[in-house]
């Protein structure tokens, strides 16, 4: 499923990257445009360490992308260090549902597509709900153990036991 931006907009493009004052920031990727206001896209949230702006092809009545407002790259290049930025991103994405008048924080998915099913190489983190009302292609899209989509906890759990020098 394409997020803000498209399927087309920055495709792994990591040759393009610069730093300002140790900032990550790459050129062409359309989630560094939107947390650094480059874009018309609405922020729900953005400070120096967390963005989360609403999915352009919504799969649920809410679904918010939380994204490091610094360039990271997707799920699979994180290691033991990022589980409390994953947690942050997670944790973020709850005050934003609760905001947005969502109290039932039981029927929500939140979790991440996994290399090559990403659109856009910069991490980011699916906030679904209420997961009941995701339509046929979503619960596709967003499906439970499937080699395409991992949850935040498995996430956090498989960063967890990788070993400290990876």
């Known amino acids: 499923m394409a997020e803000a931006g498209g399927a087309g907009a920055a495709q792994g493009d990591t040759s393009k990257t610069t ?3 140790g900032d990550s920031y790459h050129k062409k990727c359309i989630f560094c445009k939107i947390t650094n206001k480059e874009m018309p896209t609405e922020l ?3 400070d120096e360490e967390i963005s989360c702006f609403r999915d352009i092809k919504p ?3 809410h679904h ?3 994204v490091p407002t610094k360039h990271v790259g997707n799920c699979k290049s994180l290691t033991r260090e990022h589980v409390p930025l994953v947690q942050q991103m997670v944790d973020m994405g709850k ?3 609760q905001k947005n008048n969502m109290a039932d924080l039981s029927d929500v998915r939140f979790g991440f597509h996994l290399p090559p099913f990403c659109s856009v190489s910069h991490l980011h983190l699916h906030v679904l709900a209420p997961a009941s ?9 967003y499906r439970l153990n499937s080699y395409w989509f991992i949850t935040a906890d498995q996430l956090i759990e498989l960063l967890n036991s990788k070993e400290e020098t990876e």
């Open 95 to 97: 005050e934003i549902l």
């Open 19 to 21: 730093t300002y004052a």
């Open 44 to 46: 729900l949230h953005n």
């Open 133 to 141: 009302q995701m339509g046929f292609m979503s619960r596709l899209f």
């Open 64 to 66: 918010y992308l939380v």
């Open 59 to 61: 799969g649920a009545p």
